[in-house]
């Protein structure tokens, strides 16, 4: 069974920074492209970011470019989303997600909240 | 980037059929056959519902069907049932390894 369990949201302040993690099990990582997508409270859901199988490539959505980082160790079978320079406008819920041309399998989500 | 527009709302009563419309431009939804629909519980996951347009990923019901034409996508529910009430997002690949949502259509089951 695919498992995709999201970690490291929680409180911060404006122009701060925070990490989050996403392991992965029940799939062959290594040959699968991660995304994360986020969604705003009672917002919709929004697209940030994609990284290749081995990590070599990545691209972000105009929103985040520039101030995210998205990367992975196939090692430990785990996604990563290194998140600078925070905003209010930030804040959501941050899930991870499996495939490339379609989102196969989802986390439950953490929810980051960008506050003073 | 921007999002692709979905009607805030539409509802049926069980069994009926309701479609969901999503338009975007000839550079996401029109120029590309990688259209993806999500179905979204309150406070759940979301989960795919359809992939390629018109794909069903293994599990999910035949009731639930896509289709394009030009820049605009659309997901049918036939036979609806009350568990189809939920919100329901559309996805298109927009160029340049980047993907575009739709804004999200909630499905009331009256």
């Known amino acids: 069974e695919v498992q995709l369990l999201e970690a490291g949201g929680g409180l911060v302040q404006p122009g701060g920074s925070l990490r989050l993690s996403c392991a992965a099990s029940g799939f062959t990582f290594s040959i699968s492209a991660m995304n994360w997508v986020r969604q705003a409270p009672g917002k919709g859901l929004e697209w940030i970011s994609v990284i290749s199988d081995s990590g070599a490539a990545s691209y972000y959505a105009d929103s985040v470019k520039g101030r995210f980082t998205i990367s992975r160790d196939n090692s430990k079978n785990t996604l990563y989303l290194q998140m600078n320079s925070l905003r209010a406008e930030d804040t959501a819920v941050y899930y991870c997600?499996?495939?490339?041309?379609?989102?196969?399998?989802w986390g439950q989500g953490t929810l980051v909240t960008v506050s003073s | 980037q921007s999002a692709l527009t979905q009607p805030r709302s539409v509802s049926g009563s069980p069994g009926q059929s309701v479609s969901i419309s999503c338009t975007g431009t000839?550079?996401?939804?029109?120029?590309?056959?990688?259209v993806s629909w999500y179905q979204q519980h309150p406070g759940k996951a979301p989960k795919l519902m359809i992939y390629d347009v018109t794909k069903r990923p293994s599990g999910v019901p035949d009731r639930f069907s896509g289709s394009k034409s030009g820049n605009t996508a659309s997901l049918t529910i036939s036979g609806l049932q009350a568990e189809d009430e939920a919100d329901y997002y559309c996805?298109?690949?927009?160029?340049?390894?980047?993907?575009?949502f739709g804004t999200g259509t909630k499905v009331t089951v009256l």
């Open positions: 997600a499996k495939g490339i041309t379609s989102l196969e399998h």
């Open positions: 000839s550079s996401d939804v029109g120029d590309y056959n990688y």
């Open positions: 996805c298109s690949y927009a160029g340049s390894y980047t993907y575009v």
